[in-house]
């Protein structure tokens, strides 16, 4: 069996690429690793709060690995952060170098990140690549799986649909123009629940807010309950 680290963003295609590896007996799921803005203290992209992000490790019972980037981070910076995280994991699980990602079908980011990994000699693990978007978000959401929109792209998609749940009514309602799973940049989630999850998260939708004229965030908190039962 293969350690493998997944990079996680929170989000439902990571959620997904978890479900899919863990179904798969060639793997062993060891760390989770995500990429923390320092000064906003939040996933970067999805702009999730260091808070919720601790609350889905805790409910998937996975250790966290966290590469820090600054804000606007060129690639040279979120290159060697990603790099050092990769070495804090393999001094934490000696011989891991395996590090599965979400991806789905863009081949330059594909590409991108194995030429990263080979520098760093590592291996990319795709369990999801070249599945159908389509299908993929209708087995999120049948599977049992909740997540809400945390970052909506205002050029490819209108900007209400910040803070919606990804849900039947969701994809009912996406223009045809965008991709189901958000492969393009259209939209980016933050899952709270699912089969995975030891038990759903308290989320709570907070303020919108536009950042670089383009992308309007819905700030995802934990409610009272989190606290209860922390």
Known sequence: MIDVALAWSGGKDSTL??????EDPRYRVVALLTTVTREYDRISIHGVRRAVLEAQVRALGLPLVEASI????????????????LRAAQERWPGLRHIAFGDLFLPDVRAYREVLLASLDWVGVFPLWGADTAALARQFVCAGYRAILTCVDT???????????????FLADLPATVDPCGERGEFHTCVYAGPLFAGPLP?????????????????????PLATVAA
């Open 70 to 85: 600054g804000p606007a981070a060129s690639n040279a910076e979120y290159e060697a952060a990603f790099g050092l995280a």
């Open 203 to 223: 989320l709570v939708a907070g303020e919108r807010v536009r950042r670089d004229a383009r992308f309007e965030y819905c700030d995802v908190q934990l409610g």
């Open 155 to 169: 050029t490819q998609l209108g900007p209400a649909f910040a803070g919606r749940e990804f849900d039947a009514s």
């Open 17 to 22: 690429a978890l479900a899919a590896l863990r």
